[in-house]
């Protein structure tokens, strides 16, 4: 008995072995993928981080110019030379402006009307309304709000410099900016980890998805379900060279990261190893899920893309959290991504333990304990 | 008695919504034979195979493989059964030895260790082995398929619609195959829509509708046609079936390839009468012989 018992293990581990080897290989056979997950760590470290930047500079600014005084002229070159604004045209007449902004040429245009000049050497408190108009373009909301704002400090910071000088000192109140974990406030550092969370994302929990419903489509796993082969075996076996990708590609994108723009990671690699164990676990979870909602590759695309544009838009990636209304606030509470995001944003620039990220974890792990046993639960019913 | 039965089924019965797949299905396979399920497209045959290989669960009735139960004991089922299903179900971008040695190692066996039972077949497509699955023609495909359902030594062998969309030379020396399989001490489960080849299998089920119509040997099915039965030859087969549809005492009238088949009772119209009948329609130059049936023939009465 004790005999065959040994022989029964012999064989098993032979038949793990070759369904590990049979995934690789196909994984290493496909014409496309090797070759994707290569290129994924340096779009990720050097093409997105410039793409997905938030911040705007460059604002195409056009001025207006009726006043034609010193102070005016002085307002123009100071917005000139802050850095933010490109300046398409000055002195153009206020419709000509109008009909570059209808182009869509410019982003902003300044108005300086006549009596600025006067405004600022009156002695008076400035009661009246100063004589400067600003109209934005916000056809991209962002890039308006934020050209506004520029606009708006570069003329109230000319005004109070102007004015200043005869005002008391004392109602200056100075203020002094400090940024905390990225110093210099650079995007790129911002978005790594966020975009190393999309990748894994992406790599656990819909590359196997497909893959599963492609044996489907194929007819294979039914070959595969009339042998021995448990389907605990099989889906293992599936997973396990996407897991490898996954470490491949946030070790990689780290590494790089560390070779181009000498970022390090602040807190430790153990936990970033943790994090991405349990959001691996979250997300071939999820895409096992679809794998047995869907009778083939189309619908389970499907699927995914529609909750793949949840995932990254509700989870504090791209805008954050807080800003969001109360609705879609409790919708990245049950988006395994915000979690994951946070953590490994708090590891990578804060230097996070996982006494400081526990709820995250918590989160993460109880998420993916809830898609796992739905998946394995449905996976039973529909096979 | 009863460990000689490869297969028994008793009363299965499935449905897919509002379709019933199989009514009240009974079916005993020995050991040893080559057992055929005969019928058209939609009969049901695939049904039963799925529910007989355990990838789907009968809604009444029980079913036995090898004496194990197909729902309670479909572990064991897995062991030792071989399923070649109708289409194409291995890894494409595999090649052929990867595929052959996957299958081997599933089961927990080598190809060497087994390469006795495959030989004859595998050495048809050995010069091929690092060949992709995908690269494969229609028939080194079947061949391949044939060898991995039989390289873990199974004791029953189920082949659904194996010679579909494969042509008629091949389609032969696949026949020719099972025999050598079943002389191995192979039981061999096959369904196939043609009834030409209802005559290679030692024992048959015709299946209709979810319905076995008919069972025993294929010369019991055959010796069991009660009517006469008249081969019509003509050039014009439309006006031919149009003239003869009507006669009395015509039961069946259907066209068989180039010629259509006239059953009629024992005592009924006669090929002079016959003949009679189409010369009067001006349907000049036909001819009339008696013939024997064959289960095509059964099939159509029965269904």
Known sequence: MGQYKKIQDKTLTAMWKYLLKKEFRQFLRDPGMPRMVMMFPFLIILVFPYAANMEVRNIKLAMVDNDRSDQSSLLMEKCASSGYFEVKSVSASPEEAQRMMDDGRIDAILTIDTGFGKYLEGSGPMQDAMPVGIKVNTVNGTRGNIGSQYLNACISGFVMSEKGMDSAPSSQVEIRESYLYNQFMDYKLFMIPALIVIAITMMCGFLPALNIVSEKEKGTIEQINVTPVSKTAFIVCKMVPYIAVAYFMVFSCLLLAKIVFGYGCAGSIFSIIIFTFAHILVMSSFGLLVSNYSENAQQAMFIIWFFSMVFMLMSGIFTPIESMPEWARAITYANPLTYYADAMRGICLKGSTLADTWFDLVCLLGIGGLTTTWAVLSYHKTN | MQEELAIRVEGICKSYKDTKALQDISL??????????????????TSLFRILTTLTLPDEGHAEVNGN????????????IGYMPGHFALYQDLSVAENLDFYATVFGTTVEANYDTIKEIYSQIEMFRDRKAKNLSGGMKQKLALCCALVHKPDVLFLDEPTTGVDAVSRKEFWTMLARIKASGVTIFVSTPYMDEAGLCDRIALIHEGKIIDRGTPAEIVSRYPDRLYSVRGDNMFRILNVLRPIDGVLRCSSFGCECHVAVPQ?????????????????????????????????????
């Open chain 2, 28 to 45: 005993d396979i020995r050991n040893g034979e080559i057992f055929g399920l005969i019928g058209p497209d939609g009969a049901g045959k």
């Open chain 2, 69 to 80: 139960d197909v729902v309670s004991d479909y572990e064991a089922i897995r062991r030792t």
């Open chain 2, 267 to 303: 005592d009924g119209p006669d090929a002079t009468l016959l003949l009679a009948a189409l010369e009067n329609a001006g349907l000049h130059g036909c001819s009339v012989e008696e013939t024997e049936p064959g289960i095509e023939d059964c099939f159509i009465r029965l269904s």
